[in-house]
Structure formats: structure tokens, C-alpha cells
T-cell receptor, first 114, second 113 residues
Framework: DSGVTQTPKHLITATGQRVTLRCSPR?????VYWYQQSLDQGLQFLIQ???????AKGNILERFSAQQFPDLHSELNLSSLELGDSALYFC?????????????FGPGTRLLVL | EDQVTQSPEALRLQEGESSSLNCSYT??????LFWYRQDPGKGPEFLFT???AGEEKEKERLKATLTKKESFLHITAPKPEDSATYLC??????????????FGQGTTLQVKP
């Protein structure tokens, strides 16, 4: 158990809908990362937050947004969903969000868009 | 463009048959190279971090090494419970103030009893 929690574990929804994925980092970690894992793309970095502020952005679609709250949990919002958004979404956390730190991953949320 | 390539894509071994997984990288200055293990439907589990060429780290039957262009994950006398996908990821110099990881596609290892 990495100490990172994610809810829900599974999500099934329809195209055009909006969903919210939630992540709680390990105790003491201030930085949260979101990654998307699909069969053809592998694990792709989406976005990083540190202590409530956005620190880095990857190939995140404009339909996707995220935030980190004062209690350090984070939410990833996916809107106008398309079939291609079906994937595993992972959250990871690290102490200060800098390079060379170990990132610990949560169990993931499996999203299926029908 | 920063890139990570892992080979082979899949590897089948008999229990006890040692082998190596390769991770080649092209980055504008390496800040760190990470190995993770991922079981089906689960999140990646951290194994090792390597920071500079020549560095080696060991954990049970696994040993990770790093050169200026690639890393190897050596598996000695593997057991069926070592079956998993092994992921390699790098952090590049340009990401020094962030933790952005660039992942390879992974090597799926199957160890048969």
C-alpha cells in the first residue's frame, strides 16, 4: 500500500458527460501528479500541483482540469468525454514536487466511456 | 525531444532463468532514472532511483544499473511472483523544479514455474 488513495476505482459513463476523479496524497506529501495510462500511449504525465499551486503541465487536454485543495487532496475533472478518454488515471504524490524525489502511485481509477 | 525506449516489449522466462531488461533514454540532461513494477490493474510500485552513470542498486533478485545512455534491470533466478510489467521513467534537466516523469512503454515479464 503506497498510502495514496484514489476514488472511485471504476467509472462508467457516456460520451459528452463530465466526471471527477479524486486523489488523497500520502501523509506529509505536498505535491500531487496526475497521469493517464492507455494501451497505445503508455503512462503520460498530465499535470502537477504543489501545495495548491499548479507547477507543471503536460499534454493535458483543454477539456480536462485539475485543482489541489487546502487539505492537499486533488481532483481531476474530465468534461465532454470522448471514447478515447477511456483509460486508467493515476495519481502520484511526493514530498516537495522536485526532481529526484520518489513518486508514489495510487491504485488508479479505471474510466470507461461508452 | 526527451524519449524513453524499453526492450524487449515482452519476455518469457523459466523460473531460475536470469535475464536483463533494457531502458534506453534520450534526454537533455538526466536528473534521475526510475524503475517501477506494475501488476495488472494496479498502480506502479517504486523499485529504484538511479542518478548518475555507474550507479547500481539492488533489491532481492533485482539489480538496476545506469550508463550515460541506458539502464538495465537484471533479474537473477526469477520466481513466478516476479511476473509483472516493469516500467522505466526519466526526469530531464529541464524539469528540475518539477517531478515530471517520462515513461517508457514497459517490459512485460512472465516467469513460468
Amino acid at each position: 500500500d503506497s498510502g495514496v488513495t484514489q476514488t472511485p476505482k471504476h467509472l462508467i459513463t457516456a460520451t459528452g458527460q463530465r466526471v471527477t476523479l479524486r486523489c488523497s496524497p500520502r501523509s506529509g506529501d505536498l505535491s500531487v501528479y496526475w497521469y493517464q495510462q492507455s494501451l497505445d500511449q503508455g503512462l503520460q504525465f498530465l499535470i502537477q500541483y504543489y501545495n495548491g499551486e499548479e507547477r507543471a503541465k503536460g499534454n493535458i487536454l483543454e477539456r480536462f482540469s485539475a485543482q489541489q485543495f487546502p487539505d492537499l487532496h486533488s481532483e481531476l475533472n474530465l468534461s465532454s468525454l470522448e471514447l478515447g478518454d477511456s483509460a486508467l488515471y493515476f495519481c502520484a504524490s511526493s514530498v516537495a514536487g522536485r526532481s529526484q524525489e520518489t513518486q508514489y502511485f495510487g491504485p488508479g481509477t479505471r474510466l470507461l466511456v461508452l | 525531444e526527451d524519449q524513453v525506449t524499453q526492450s524487449p516489449e515482452a519476455l518469457r522466462l523459466q523460473e531460475g532463468e536470469s535475464s536483463s531488461l533494457n531502458c534506453s533514454y534520450t534526454v537533455s540532461g538526466l536528473r534521475g532514472l526510475f524503475w517501477y513494477r506494475q501488476d495488472p490493474g494496479k498502480g506502479p510500485e517504486f523499485l529504484f532511483t538511479l542518478y548518475s552513470a555507474g550507479e547500481e542498486k539492488e533489491k532481492e533478485r533485482l539489480k538496476a544499473t545506469l550508463t550515460k545512455k541506458e539502464s538495465f534491470l537484471h533479474i537473477t533466478a526469477p520466481k513466478p511472483e516476479d511476473s509483472a510489467t516493469y516500467l522505466c521513467a526519466v526526469q530531464a534537466l529541464g524539469s528540475s523544479n518539477t517531478g515530471k516523469l517520462i515513461f517508457g512503454q514497459g517490459t512485460t515479464l512472465q516467469v513460468k514455474p
